[in-house]
């Protein structure tokens, strides 16, 4: 970035997990700060300085001590965009830097200011989200850094190295658009996942092939179709006695029509518990012909024994299992 600065090029910097940091804790007794309504810790943002719920928007300040040890000093830990661009702003004191998160683009606009902005030239850094990843064509910018590719690479989710490699082959994407060319540096502890060294190499169909390879077993999407059942109420006792519930009448189902060729793994907790104040576990339907389990979920939908004061909600085909 400094070489790029000084040749008068652009550069781009990506972190996909907004506000300063990703969690408040307390060094003396460990306490960290969560969301009273969800079981996500909550991130704290310096400007304006709140913690944030980024699931159901809690807010509240940040703490002068800590509320189980009354410690004065707290620590906050984790790396978010607006730490991000502190840091830049403090190491090139010079530059002209932006940063393009859900934070700085709520206002009516604000998001083509942004662009038009570095579109002209008079942003030397974009710092950003996602939502710089793609479909963006800056002549300028020769350099694009990704810090902490990890970020999204471990979460429970069968899709999770699916979308780190399609974030960083977009973002790699945005450098080099012009005579230029460009260059892309990724941060990673892991830089053997099968994930960063395809998108380093721009090699789609080969994290293709290992990516379904993997999918065989367990098999997931595409080797089978699937739906998520999601059982959610505000009593965690009720959530839970409803999906145990749920699990047998699907199993007993799934028994009785063996030609569906359903599977049926759980009921677990949601890998986020707890969203807006309402417990949730999931149930998952797996089978080999998508046509089958299409009907066994219509029949599903209409049939399941779910209790008053819980919601069921079934996901065709989810795009995340969080």
Sequence with gaps: MAGA???GEQAMVLLNRRGFSTF???PSCGEVWTCPACSITLTFHRVPPVLRCHHCDHREPPPASCRQCASATQRFRGVGTQQVEEFLSRRFPRARIARMDVDTTGAKWSHHRILDA?????????????????????????VVGVV????????????AGERTFDLLTQVAGRAGRGPLGGRVIIQT????????????????????????AERREPPYPPHVALANLVVSGPGEQAVADAAVKLGEWL?????????????????????IERIRRRWRWHVLLKARDAARLTRLVRYVSARAP???GVRLVVDRDPVSLL
């Design 5 to 7: 600065l000084e040749r």
């Design 24 to 26: 408040v804790q307390c």
């Design 118 to 142: 570095v579109g002209r030239g008079e942003v030397d850094l974009l710092v950003g989200t996602q939502m710089i990843a793609k479909g963006l064509d800056f002549p300028g910018v020769t």
């Design 148 to 159: 902490d590719a990890d970020v999204a690479l471990n979460l429970p989710d069968f899709r």
């Design 189 to 212: 502890r892991q830089a053997r996942h099968p994930a960063l060294t395809h998108a380093a190499r721009h090699d789609v169909h080969g994290f293709a092939r290992a990516e379904l």
């Design 251 to 271: 199993r007993a189902l799934a028994e009785a029509r063996p030609e569906a060729g359903a599977a049926v793994l759980g009921p677990a907790p949601c890998p």
């Design 306 to 308: 779910v209790p008053g």
